[in-house]
Every structure is written in C-alpha cells, then in structure tokens.
C-alpha cells in the first residue's frame, strides 16, 4: 500500500558527487518527516539526514558541510545530494518516511529497500 522506491546509489571516486532520490507512492499522505540512514554489515544503521515538514534539517556530523538533504512535498520525494565523497561513505543508504496513510489512524514509519553507495579512491 505505501512504498519507497530509492535510486541513484553505484560507485564514485573519492572526491566526487552522487545524488539520492526516493519517491514515496500509494496510499501515503500528510508526510511528517523524511530522511537518509545508512549502514555497513556488522555496524547499527546511523542517521545521515533528516528534514522535517517545515523544512528543517539535521545531519550527521560525518556529513555535515558535505551533504544536503531536500525534499519536493508535491512529489513526495526525498533528495540527498551527497558531496566530497570518502571512502568511510561507503554504506547501503535507506530512505525513511514518516507520514499518514487514508486508512490509518496516526502516523508510521517507512522504510525503501536500500541503495548500494561504493566510494573508492
């Protein structure tokens, strides 16, 4: 009913740039809060951004200088435009979505499938 399709992830060399989209469909409304977490085998899955419905942002301090979240409410998608690439980068990155269905009653977390980002030097 609600789904998150990710794109843009693949392989960059240190230094370069690579965007993220992710484009909430169905029965989805009223979105709160969108954002990015990314996470490498045998670690916890980390926050890299996140932007609310006003617009206000929070990133990682990882990242912070070096990436920048957005969001287009009218096509419910979530950008992550990620700069300055480095080799600790390198993770499978999830979109998040929290919002509101037709059907529900208050608001629940989604998750995309994840997108392979290879950072190599």
């Known amino acids: 009913q609600v789904q998150l399709v990710e794109s843009g992830g693949g392989l960059v060399q240190a230094g370069g740039s690579l965007r993220l989209s992710c484009v909430a469909s169905?029965?989805?409304?009223?979105?709160?809060?969108m954002g990015w977490y990314r996470q490498v085998l045998g670690k916890q899955r980390e926050l890299v951004a996140v932007i609310t419905s006003g617009g206000s942002t929070n990133y990682a301090d990882s990242v912070k200088g070096r990436f920048t979240i957005s969001r287009d409410n009218a096509k419910k998608t979530v950008y992550l435009q990620m700069k300055s690439l480095k080799r600790e980068d390198t993770a499978v990155y999830y979109c998040?979505?929290?919002?509101?269905?037709?059907?529900?009653?208050?608001?629940?977390?989604?998750w995309g499938q994840g997108t392979q980002v290879t950072v190599s030097s």
């Open positions: 998040n979505v929290r919002g509101a269905t037709y059907a529900s009653s208050g608001y629940y977390t989604y």
């Open positions: 169905g029965s989805i409304f009223s979105i709160n809060t």
